[in-house]
């Protein structure tokens, strides 16, 4: 079974500008959250998407939004970048039934805001 | 609101010397969930055990153990023998136990260097 996948790996975007990024979930798996990752610190929740509609919310901005798709997959966008915005951005995807599983993390999109 | 500390920054050991991590959290839940995690160079996290807030039985796999203390709220980790692959971040986390929504709090991770 494929993992989760995130794309781009790296990407460079200017102050002001805005971002979209994806990310395909594990097989069998219909809930997907976004953390960021602050260089050298542990990653934030940012938020989740179950059944397509946003399931909880971290301490972010509403410049943060995101969407998830029939086939579970899912999107992070970014608008009005700032410096601050650079981060390694995470999602995982678990399966119903979180209670019996860890979440299975991608490798990241690393962002940086010029 | 949960919060997870991790007070080791960093840890620097020569091969097959023994690393504990410690870890610390704070919650009001009576039902929760406590995770390690792996971050190697490459980014991705990689889970390495699971342990619910009714289960204080310590385990043992492999080279890695774990002992949860629910009194002092502690829930540290071991690698026995370190070798040079287990270089890398290490992430103590908590969640609750909601039917949904759950979000995991992360600490600020220690990292292991594992020197040959």
């Known amino acids: 079974e494929t993992g989760v996948t995130q794309s781009p790996t790296h990407l460079i975007k200017t102050r002001g500008q805005q971002v979209t990024l994806r990310c395909s979930s594990q097989?069998?798996?219909?809930?997907v959250s976004w953390y960021q990752q602050a260089l050298g610190q542990g990653p934030q929740f940012i938020f989740q998407?179950?059944?397509?509609?946003?399931?909880g919310r971290g301490n972010f901005p509403p410049r943060f939004s995101g969407l998830q798709f029939p086939n579970y997959s899912s999107e992070l966008n970014v608008n009005a970048l700032e410096l601050d915005d650079s981060a390694l951005y995470l999602c995982?995807?678990?399966?119903?039934?979180?209670?019996?599983?860890?979440?299975?993390f991608g490798s990241g999109t690393r962002l940086t805001v010029v | 609101a949960q919060k997870v500390t991790q007070a080791q920054t960093e840890i620097s050991v020569v091969e097959k010397e023994d690393v504990t991590l410690d870890c610390v959290y704070e919650?009001?839940?009576?039902?929760?969930?406590l995770f390690w995690y792996k971050q190697p160079p490459s980014g991705e996290l990689v889970f390495l055990i699971r342990r619910n807030s009714f289960d204080e039985q310590n385990e043992i796999s492999g080279r890695y153990s774990w002992n949860f203390q629910k009194s002092t709220s502690s829930f540290n980790f071991t690698i026995t023998a370190s070798q040079v692959v287990d270089s890398a971040v290490y992430f103590c986390a908590l969640s609750e136990a909601k039917a949904a929504g759950n979000k995991l709090t992360f600490g600020g991770g220690t990292r292991v260097l594992v020197k040959p």
């Open positions: 097989s069998g798996h219909n809930t």
């Open positions: 919650t009001r839940d009576t039902t929760y969930y």
């Open positions: 998407y179950y059944r397509e509609e946003e399931n």
């Open positions: 995982a995807s678990s399966p119903a039934g979180f209670l019996n599983y860890g979440y299975t």
